[in-house]
Nanobody, 125 residues
Framework: EVRLVESGGDSVQAGGSLTLSCTAS?????MAWFRQVPGNEREGVAA???????NYADSVKGRFTVSRDNAKGTLSLQMDSLKPEDSAMYYC??????????????????????WGQGTQVTVSS
């Protein structure tokens, strides 16, 4: 069973930046960031494969950058040009390798089996 621990959530002004971190043990093939606002579905933000392939939600392309250090077991999310609509609880997620994986890492929450407890990001206007 994977253990995922997020950190880095904070309150910032619109236009600001934050970096979220997730520590994973063990490191799995698929790792991703999701976010959720109360009353809404959990949505994919950015996903990665162990080989470095990445995928972003359209709403964050050009503003967020996901990276992973497999040796250290960390997944990071650099968030720039933050908007109030980015406010949410951010979750780290992971799943192991499967032979039928698509070319791009999925942003579908149903494809992830391991989840962290979340870290809150609040962006004020």
């Amino acid at each position: 069973e994977v253990r995922l621990v997020e950190s880095g959530g904070d309150s910032v002004q619109a236009g600001g930046s934050l970096t979220l971190s997730c520590t994973a043990s063990p490191v799995l093939w698929m790792m991703a960031w999701f976010r959720q606002v109360p009353g809404n579905e959990r949505e994919g933000v950015a996903a990665t494969y162990h080989n470095g392939q990445v995928n972003y939600a359209d709403s964050v392309k050009g503003r967020f950058t996901v990276s992973r250090d497999n040796a250290k077991g960390t997944l990071s999310l650099q968030m720039d040009s933050l908007k109030p609509e980015d406010s949410a609880m951010y979750y780290c997620a992971a799943n192991g390798f499967k032979f039928d994986l698509p070319d791009l890492p999925t942003l579908n929450k149903d494809e992830y089996t391991g989840w962290g407890q979340g870290t809150q990001v609040t962006v004020s206007s």
